[in-house]
């Protein structure tokens, strides 16, 4: 039995998703198996999504994925828009949402590189 059994850890996961698949793979080998959530089947919402920002200590434009093109075809600007056009983009189109999202109890980490959630561990 590991300490790390007693808690509930959400993985925000993209199974596609390389970084994704390496950080779910290093929970596993610490002896946790976490909630899985698929997001892109069951995507958060407006609340769930500053429940996160919360949690990370971010902005809703940092957890959005720039390279992505609904990105583009949003016209999103860094500058310009404000964190209520970038959470109704990622309530929209959850593929902008940043991956993968560890969370446990009241913090959590985006997993890049996949050991960063480790701090979130203890």
Same mark, same amino acid.
């Given at each position: #039995?590991? %300490? ?46 500053? @429940? ?5 200590? #971010? %902005? ?21 828009? @404000?964190?209520?056009?970038?959470? %109704? ?34």
């Amino acid at each position: #039995m590991t %300490r790390y059994q007693f808690m509930k850890i959400q993985i925000y996961h993209n199974p596609k998703c390389s970084k994704s698949r390496a950080t779910l793979a290093l929970l596993r080998e610490r002896g946790l198996e976490p909630e899985v959530i698929e997001y892109l089947k069951s995507p958060p919402d407006w609340a769930e999504l500053e @429940s996160l920002l919360e949690k990370l200590g #971010m %902005r809703a434009r940092d957890l959005v994925r720039r390279g992505e093109d609904a990105y583009k075809a949003l016209g999103l600007d860094e500058q310009a828009s @404000s964190d209520q056009a970038y959470l %109704r983009a990622l309530v929209a189109h959850p593929i902008l949402l940043q991956r993968p999202i560890v969370v446990n109890g009241q913090r959590a980490r985006i997993g890049r590189p996949p050991e960063s959630v480790c701090e979130i561990l203890d």
